[in-house]
T-cell receptor
């Protein structure tokens, strides 16, 4: 089945530690996105990538880093510089064509908590 | 500044139509309006989207005002399984970014 796979589902971070959230898609989509969701709030864009080897900062990129070495993969690293990392993280993808048919497809999310 | 504004919560009786409003008064002519819904701790699911014209699919209808400053998502016959948070989203052409609002928590009451 085509879709987006996020792993792990739950992740714990110790003080001063970097952690990496995995996002893989087999939809052959060019564009991929990372969103952060805090309890009772909407989704905020962290980073997005329209094509391999290129990515742009979203509204809340500080304390995060990404890479896009392969079309299928868009891992997110939460660095120690992110002082409040506890949140639900969602990865999404889209065709990236910008046409009327463009839609976001989401993974099932990763809940990150600080120990 | 938020691109969309939604009421934080709404109730709807089971079997009745649920009408969820969204204000997007700063939308530009080439920006699309999308609606997604999210059930607790899952990824949001696509419902419907449009640019200028009203749209209908098997899940819902989307009514966009002529000036495009607001829209309404209509679930024609709400069921208990429609209880979720509904997000109104604007997709901007620059960077193909999707901007989420804070959502409306819809509770369908038996």
């Amino acid at each position: 089945d085509g879709g987006i796979t996020q792993s792990p589902k739950y992740l714990f971070r110790k003080e001063g530690q970097n952690v990496t959230l995995s996002c893989e898609q087999n939809l052959n989509h060019d564009a991929m996105y990372w969103y952060r969701q805090d309890p009772g709030q909407g989704l905020r864009l962290i980073y997005y990538s329209q094509i391999v080897n290129d990515f742009q900062k979203g509204d809340i990129a500080e304390g995060y880093s990404v890479s896009r070495e392969k079309k299928e993969s868009f891992p997110l690293t939460v660095t120690s510089a992110q002082k409040n990392p506890t949140a639900f993280y969602l990865c999404a993808s889209s065709t990236g064509t910008g046409t009327f048919s463009e839609k976001l497809f989401f993974g099932s999310g990763t809940q990150l908590s600080v120990l | 500044d938020a691109k969309t504004t939604q009421p934080p919560s709404m109730d709807c009786a089971e079997g009745r139509a649920a009408n969820l409003p969204c204000n997007h008064s700063t939308i530009s002519g080439n920006e699309y309006v999308y609606w997604y819904r999210q059930i607790h701790s899952q990824g949001p699911q696509y419902i419907i989207h449009g640019l200028k014209n009203n749209e209908t699919n098997e899940m819902a209808s989307l009514i966009i005002t002529e000036d495009r400053k607001s829209s309404t998502l209509i679930l024609p016959h709400a069921t208990l399984r429609d209880t979720a948070v509904y997000y109104c989203i604007v997709r901007v052409q620059a960077g193909n970014q999707f901007y989420f609002g804070t959502g409306t928590s819809l509770t369908v009451i038996p």
